[in-house]
């Protein structure tokens, strides 16, 4: 079941930018705990994997971003940390994906696969 969701997905021309918002807000999954979470995204162009984009510890300390992407998206988390962001700029074609926002435990490291909670998916589609 989606127990995060995300939302700021669109048609944006390449150059622009876009702003992901990721949040949880559910009896199985309430945003109380989820705040507590280390958080990123993953992205899945359309026929190809799904792949690893920016990750957050759940404190902010530690951050870590694609090479595909850094110096052009940021994470980030609101003040209280009831929502993460992905801040998007100077997009290309070649970011059109489904864009999933998880949320984890433990938290990122590289090659991990199986992250504690997912959303539903929110599609950037960004034309040349």
């Known amino acids: 079941q989606e127990q995060l969701v995300e939302s700021g997905g669109g048609l944006v021309q390449a150059g622009g930018s876009l702003r992901l918002s990721c949040s949880a807000d559910s009896d199985s999954f309430p945003g109380d705990t989820f705040r507590h979470y280390a958080v990123g995204w993953f992205r899945q162009p359309p026929g190809e994997a799904r792949e690893f984009v920016s990750a957050m510890s759940y404190n902010g300390g530690t951050t870590d971003y694609a090479d595909s992407v850094k110096g052009r998206f940021t994470i980030s988390r609101d003040r209280t940390n009831y929502t993460v962001y992905l801040q998007m700029n100077s997009l290309k074609p070649e970011d059109t994906a489904v864009y999933y926002c998880?949320?984890?435990?433990?938290?990122?490291?590289?090659?991990?696969?199986?992250?504690?909670?997912w959303g539903q998916g929110t599609q950037v589609t960004v034309s040349a």
């Open positions: 998880y949320a984890d435990l433990t938290g990122y490291r590289p090659g991990k696969t199986e992250y504690d909670h």
